[in-house]
């Protein structure tokens, strides 16, 4: 040990230290990254370590004075990043990332209060540069400086190297998918540290801002054209039917449309649903057209009219885009937007693309009571979510388009006993049979939301929209799902059932139609706004109205596999939808290409942030 002080390695190793040590305790503290069990504990403690032997390791390339002013130079650097975090965590509860950078607003923002929040606290993130300065003031003649010889350089890197895969492995037992899936900056710095995060976060940007400076607004010419060619003519008797009305627009977590009309031991499953839809109109050849960003790519789609990415959910990859979303349209049009989920606002990245939406009001956790009684599993229980929602919804200006987010029917489905309403299923697959238990609860809640909308008279001026975000039971339960359905789940079946619930309700139908025009959540947008009587024939949008009477029988799935009124294609297969037997390719070979195209012409938008150039293309 003693000799330890003696290493010219010793001066980085004790910044590195320091730097570790400092910022674990000071975020630890401060940021309210909720720590559940010892791994986490651990995996958070060590995250930040791997980054600062990297960064000081830069120090091993000079020798003498300089090692000792590139170790000084690096602490500040650090210091600053930690404490310009803090200052803004105790602002607006998230980390900074680079678009936060340029939205200048929010700095404006920040600036008038930032007096405030500095306080001698704010200083304990240079403690360390302190520490040093003093250290190498006096000790500057004993240390040892000398030049580090190739070979130590090349292990001091390696033993990094195998840190840092450790930590990920750990991060990533403990959170699957991190870094594919990671919605929640709270997650991120949790399981990688906060410096780290900032790497991810600077890497995330410059994909995008390489792939937007290249792009040109002769790119969405094209594309305009395309959608000009493929846009069909609205059905005139549905056109403006709604005009002026309230759109309520519900996102039923998980719900796949296999469930409409099934039972479980001789019990409906979704009474209310089955109700419903004989007094509304109902889509039942309907899609999710959903990637890694499930349940924000469902909102992605059906506010754009867009496809979700391919990788990634474009929640979190675009949030500054420019867009045309549905508010934004509807604002034009004199509306009033709101979005009602009771989670945490930043998840899915939701508080900064809600902005970029021009949503006027977001309504989440805080604004709900959330008590351990009437929450499981997610979050605030369905039923009590729409209660307090319509409470608010009450003050919110009209007309409005309101959208509510349920959460209850999300995996692993827990419900407590008093809320299961029918039995488990019995395959003996926990999921599968539980399933059916928590959709039932959303039905119920469903059911209760409409009839609180009529007390309180909001139904009447309102159309109701209500659709699956995605699919519930994945391919890892077919087992279970072969038993309930009482079929083998070919690949042909696993494209079926990403059929997802679809409705519209006008107020006081009470005549429903089922109609099964194949189609998908890029469609809802349009469909609504011709329900509205706005104007949308312009717009860069990929679906058609459903109710336009020669609507291209066409849906496509964000893996590129799609469905037809003849065909569905998947995993390079083209079967007959009749027979679900395979046949020759050639039969699919148009429909590939066209797949495709939408496909590419999509991220095109997204990615080249294309929509920028909208209506000054031309
Ligand atoms: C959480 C809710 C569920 O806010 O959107 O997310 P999911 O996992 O379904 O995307
Ligand atoms: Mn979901």
């Known amino acids: 040990m003693k000799n330890i002080t003696k290493s010219n390695l010793w001066p980085i190793l004790l910044a590195s230290v320091l730097v570790w040590i400092k910022t674990y305790l000071i975020t630890r503290f401060t940021f309210d990254v909720e720590l559940e069990n ?9 995250s930040t370590l791997s980054t600062s032997l990297v960064i000081f390791g830069l120090a091993l390339f000079s020798s003498g004075k ?75 003649n004993t240390l040892n400086l000398e030049p580090v010889m190739r070979k130590i350089k090349s292990s001091y890197y390696m033993s990094i190297v195998i840190l840092i895969i450790f930590n990920l492995g750990l991060a990533e037992t403990e959170r699957p998918q991190l870094l594919t899936r990671s919605f929640d900056r709270k997650v991120l710095v949790k399981n990688i540290g906060l410096y780290n995060f900032h790497i991810y976060d600077i890497a995330i940007q410059s994909r995008t801002t390489a792939q937007k400076a290249l792009a040109d607004s002769t790119e969405l010419v094209d594309i305009e054209n395309y959608i000009e060619a493929n846009t069909k003519k609205p059905r005139p008797e549905m056109q403006g039917i709604a005009k002026g009305k309230n759109v309520i627009i519900v996102s039923m977590e998980s719900l796949q449309d296999f469930t409409i009309g099934s039972k479980v031991n001789g019990q409906e499953v979704t009474p209310f649903l089955n109700q419903f839809i004989k007094e509304s109109y109902y889509f039942n050849n309907f899609y999710h057209q959903t990637g890694q960003g499930k349940t924000s790519d469902a909102e992605f789609i059906i506010d754009n009219s867009l496809y979700p990415l391919d990788r990634g959910a474009v929640f979190f990859t675009h949030p500054n885009n420019r867009y045309l979303a549905t508010p934004e349209i509807l604002k034009q049009n004199g509306y009033y937007s709101a979005v009602f989920h009771a989670n945490n606002k930043s998840f899915w990245n939701r508080d900064v693309i809600y902005k970029t939406f021009k949503y006027d009001r977001f309504f989440d956790v805080e604004d709900y009571t959330v008590t351990p009684e009437n929450s499981i599993s997610w979050g605030l229980k369905d039923k009590e979510f729409f209660d307090q929602s319509v409470d608010m919804l009450k003050n919110v200006p009209q007309p409005f388009y309101a959208k509510f987010l349920t959460l209850t029917n999300h995996f692993p489905f827990l419900l407590n006993e008093e809320d299961k309403t029918i039995d488990e299923f019995n395959s003996g697959d926990k999921v599968v049979d539980k399933y059916f238990t928590t959709v039932r609860y959303l039905d119920e809640s469903l059911k209760q939301f409409v009839q609180k909308l009529k007390d309180d008279g909001l139904y009447e001026n309102s159309i109701i929209v209500f659709y699956g975000d995605h699919y519930g039971i994945s391919e890892n339960h077919n087992a279970a799902m072969e038993m309930y359905l009482g079929k083998p789940i070919t690949k042909f079946e696993t494209v079926q059932l990403q059929k997802v619930p679809f409705l519209i309700h006008i107020p006081n139908q009470k005549k429903g139609q089922t109609i099964s025009t194949v189609s998908g959540q890029v469609d809802i947008r349009p469909t609504l706004l011709n329900l509205l009587g706005i104007e949308s024939k312009d717009l860069v949008q990929f679906g058609n109205d459903l109710f336009a009477p020669d609507k291209y029988p066409f849906t ?17 297969k083209c079967y007959d939808k009749t027979t679900g037997i395979e046949i020759e390719k050639e039969a699919c070979g148009p429909y590939v290409d066209k797949a495709k195209q939408e496909l590419q012409y999509s991220d095109k938008i997204i990615y080249g942030d294309l929509l920028r150039f909208y209506g000054k293309d031309k």
């Open 556 to 572: 496509v799935f964000r893996n590129g596999s799609f469905v037809t009124d003849k065909y569905i294609y998947t995993d390079s």
């Open 66 to 140: 300089k090692r000792l002013h590139t170790i000084m130079f690096i602490t500040f650097i650090f210091s600053f990043i930690l404490t310009a975090n803090t200052i803004f965590y105790a602002f607006y509860d998230d980390f900074i990332t680079v678009p936060v950078l340029f939205q200048s607003s929010n700095m404006a923002d920040l600036g008038t209060s930032i007096a405030e929040l500095i306080n001698l606290k704010t200083f304990l993130g240079f403690v360390d540069l302190v520490i040093l300065a003093v250290y190498f003031h006096f000790a500057k």
């Open 38 to 46: 010892f791994m986490q504990e651990f995996i958070y403690f060590i």
